[in-house]
């Protein structure tokens, strides 16, 4: 679990993010990547702990679907 080869996009995308920062001149393109490089990491973190309490993955619903979920009645 504790492997940092998890974290290689959010590590990748951060690097680009902040080369991005020094190379070009509005900054906000550079700060838009390491934004999601931090939204990545948050998203592979929730993951882990949950793979770690044995929960199953967190699954999405097809766009215009009704939910699966119950209704109490």
Known sequence: MNNWRAFRPAIWIGMLGVALLLLV???FFGAVLIGAAIGIVFRI???RRRAAR???AR????????SRRRRGR
Request: aromatic content about 6%; hydrophobic content about 30%.
């Open 54 to 56: 044995g929960l199953p």
């Open 45 to 47: 973190e929730t993951g």
């Open 25 to 27: 001149t509005p900054f």
């Open 59 to 66: 699954r999405r619903a097809a766009p215009g679907l009704p």
